[in-house]
């Protein structure tokens, strides 16, 4: 059972434009969000990670914005560069627990 | 940030044959560990916890026989693929998290790839 949902699978941006993940959860137990960004052959990075007592994180040009409420997470990649091409994926944790992956999505940033 | 290495990075075996992958946290002391698989376009999926000095908890599925976790001390974990088969290449993963009341985030490994012949 996919406890966080991501979507979209894959997506393609232009150089200097906005690109927009999005995850939703249903355990309101989680408390814990971060995003990792993956290249090929490589293990998870994080970039950023939230806590729900804040409704948005900015750091550098990665911007998450966290809905309580509605159960829903996103990541703002802002002036998006080729460099940016790679897996992202969401996940969230309820404290001492491991994480629970979305299933990744594929963005793909043309010159 | 915290730095956790595995070893090796790529690994070919024969089928039968047993394969042992390390994970390091270089820099701290983790409490716990991770273990993960994945396989390509996926995402990743937790295979066993396993904390310092205790047995692994793995997760539903995945056979403890056959992925040997020891968690032997606070900077070293270690999964053994026992008996490998083809089907057990992938792309293994570990993470560890720091000994610390605040954050308890999870740093990765770089992962090891496994190709079972």
């Known amino acids: 059972q996919q406890q966080v949902k991501q979507s979209p699978q894959s997506l393609i941006v232009q150089k200097g434009g906005i690109s927009i993940i999005n995850c939703a959860y249903e355990?309101?137990?989680?408390?814990?969000f971060p995003w990792y960004q993956q290249f090929p052959g490589k293990g998870p990075a994080l970039l950023i990670a939230?806590?729900?007592?804040?409704s948005e994180k900015k750091e550098g040009r990665f911007t998450i914005s966290f809905n309580k409420s509605a159960k829903q997470f996103s990541l703002h990649i802002m002036d998006s560069q080729p460099g940016d091409s790679a897996t992202y994926f969401c996940?969230?944790?309820?404290?001492?627990?491991?994480?629970?992956f979305g299933k990744g999505t594929s963005l793909l940033v043309t010159p | 940030g915290a730095v956790v290495s595995q070893h090796p990075s790529r690994v070919i075996c024969k089928s039968g044959t047993s394969v042992k992958i390390e994970c390091r946290s270089l820099?701290?002391?983790?409490?716990?560990m991770f273990w993960y698989r994945q396989f390509p376009k996926q995402s990743l999926m937790l295979m066993a916890t396993?904390?310092?000095?205790?047995?692994?908890?793995?997760e539903q599925g995945v056979e403890k026989d056959k992925f040997l976790i020891n968690h032997a001390s606070l900077t070293l974990s270690t999964l053994t693929v026992t008996s490998a088969h083809p089907e057990d290449s992938s792309f293994y993963i570990c993470?560890?998290?720091?000994?610390?009341?605040?954050?308890?985030?999870?740093?990765f490994g770089p992962g090891t790839r496994l190709t079972v012949l």
């Open positions: 993470s560890a998290s720091e000994r610390r009341e605040t954050n308890n985030e999870q740093f």
């Open positions: 355990n309101t137990a989680f408390d814990y």
């Open positions: 939230i806590r729900p007592d804040v």
């Open positions: 996940a969230a944790r309820h404290s001492g627990y491991a994480l629970n």
């Open positions: 820099d701290f002391q983790a409490t716990t």
């Open positions: 396993s904390n310092e000095g205790s047995k692994a908890t793995y």
